[in-house]
């Protein structure tokens, strides 16, 4: 493994060194304390080191990711809220069944009723979808709520209203509003209720007092007994399905979509990206079972054409209706416009196109609003002169998708790796799918305690990439100006860039550290 360059300049890390302990030892009294406001030594990492790379980024832009709250007293009763949702059982934790968040929500007086919902589950592209599925209805003047997992950067982008995060105030007033409710179900139940749970039931109580004219739910993890689980969607949605998260829903596609087809509900529409064969057949045979109708990519919808273009690619879409041209999608890769496809197909499907009418929704409303689209931390340009690229991608099929969008999009002339990856998704197959197009990987880790230690992650790489293309670096900021410095040897006209990826949380380290938070 590759060394970092040695110079005779000072130590740039005494100077961080200096913020992360000023970060961590801050005065504070005895109540800021026991709220949380304390930084932990990680984020106190990520904080400092925001500091020291910002101004090679450039201002920070607007892509509806909240920053911390500026006032001190609701950003100490938010930190308060996080840690009291920190201490249940985390998202990766679970027990299966759904009885928990249906009796808190009975008590609420099933908040998840008092609107329409589109439930999305699948392996990857959820989160994009869910967001070009907003926009879609958010143009045609829904008001709408949005339930989206995990957070790049902010707990409160998970809970959307009319496309934008719920305030801190919000967050935390909702929080309080069902707390007493959480307490008297944590009483009743053999296990309290977990994190995913408390936050999926804030999101339904958030979205009936607003009140919302459509709900837009991501699953968190599978289907059948994820705690969203517990909403009728009139449209149920399934994009790609691949092997993740093995070790609770199974194996093979065949098995995963078992337990990913429990969303779909009687009388629903499914619409159905491209699967494999044994994965859609196991979704074909939920729908029948449950009187659904069906509408698969590549047949009653998809993508007629694409072109890359400036800022994004140029679309021709069928839809359930016809077809829709001149589309702007201002997000790269294939697989954004296969996820644009599916989100026109569950729009169309939510007004009845197709079934009680066939027409086409208006083509500039359409082309307006996924003109508007944002998906922070899916080939997200951070950085330019050398370009800095940020994807979530955290399973091989992932990494796959990125790789060619990367490519298509980019052509860069030399691209450097920065991966962080967590050490319960299979590593290795990521790192094979990026290894064509890396010419060197910088190898880190996150502040998550999930995260793979990046020793144990170098050793992965060496053996995929060779050992004089792997460097070291544990803390993510080192990570990012090593992979810079490598990026900026090609020269300033060189066209190399770097690639963060490897997982949500390193992504979203990364746009902190990069400025953009």
Request: glycine share 8%.
């Amino acid at each position: 493994m590759s060394e970092r360059p040695q110079n005779d300049d000072p130590d740039p890390n005494e100077a961080f060194d200096d913020l992360v302990e000023a970060e961590t030892t801050l005065p504070q009294d005895l109540d800021s304390a026991r709220s949380g406001e304390t930084p932990t030594p990680d984020l106190a990492v990520i904080e400092a080191g925001s500091r020291t790379l910002r101004a090679q980024a450039g201002p920070p832009q607007g892509d509806g990711i909240p920053a911390r709250p500026a006032d001190p007293e609701v950003d100490r009763a938010l930190r308060a809220v996080e840690d009291e949702l920190a201490g249940r059982w985390g998202e990766t934790k679970l027990d299966p069944s759904v009885q928990r968040i249906a009796a808190l929500l009975d008590i609420l007086g099933e908040p998840q009723r008092a609107y329409p919902s589109i439930h999305i589950t699948g392996t990857n592209g959820k989160t994009s979808t869910a967001r070009m599925i907003e926009a879609l209805l958010s143009a045609f003047d829904l008001r709408t709520g949005r339930y989206t997992s995990p957070h790049v950067q902010s707990i409160t982008e998970r809970i959307s209203l009319d496309a934008a995060p719920i305030s801190a105030e919000q967050f935390i007033e909702t929080y309080r509003d069902i707390a007493p409710y959480v307490e008297m179900v944590d009483s009743q139940q053999e296990y309290r209720l977990s994190f995913f749970e408390v936050l999926t039931a804030m999101a339904y109580a958030a979205f009936a007092d607003s009140p919302v004219d459509v709900a837009v739910v991501e699953v968190g993890m599978g289907g059948t007994w994820d705690a969203t689980n517990v909403i009728d969607g009139d449209v149920a949605v399934v994009t790609p399905i691949s092997l993740d998260h093995t070790d609770r829903l199974g194996e093979t596609p065949e098995q995963i979509a078992v337990e990913k087809s429990g969303i779909i509900k009687k009388d629903a529409t499914v619409v159905l990206a491209q699967q494999p064969v044994d994965a859609a057949s196991v979704m074909l045979k939920r729908a029948v079972e449950v009187d659904a109708t069906v509408a698969r990519e590549g047949m009653e919808f998809g993508v007629l054409s694409r072109e890359v273009a400036v800022g994004g690619q140029m679309l021709t879409l069928r839809g359930l209706g016809g077809e829709y041209p001149e589309v702007f999608l201002p997000l790269y890769g294939a697989h954004q416009a296969h996820n644009a496809a599916v989100a026109l197909a569950a729009v169309e499907a939510f007004f009845g196109v197709g079934s009680d009418h066939a027409r086409t929704l208006d083509i500039d409303t359409i082309r307006s609003a996924f003109a508007a689209v944002s998906s922070p931390g899916r080939m997200e340009v951070v950085r330019r002169s050398p370009t800095v690229v940020l994807d979530a991608a955290h399973n091989p099929a992932g990494a796959r998708a990125a790789a060619e969008a990367v490519t298509e999009a980019f052509g860069f002339s030399r691209l450097v790796g920065v991966v962080g990856a967590s050490g319960d998704k299979d590593v290795r197959g990521l790192l094979e799918a990026f290894e064509p197009i890396f010419a060197e990987v910088v190898v880190t880790c996150n502040s998550s305690h999930r995260a793979m230690d990046p020793d144990e992650l170098a050793a992965v790489a060496v053996e995929v990439f060779g050992a004089e293309r792997v460097q070291v670096e544990p803390r993510l900021d080192d990570a990012l100006e090593a992979a810079i410095t490598l990026a900026e040897e090609e020269g300033e006209f060189s066209g190399a860039g770097v690639l963060v990826t490897g997982s949500v949380i390193t992504v979203g380290e990364a746009r902190l550290l990069m400025g953009r938070g």
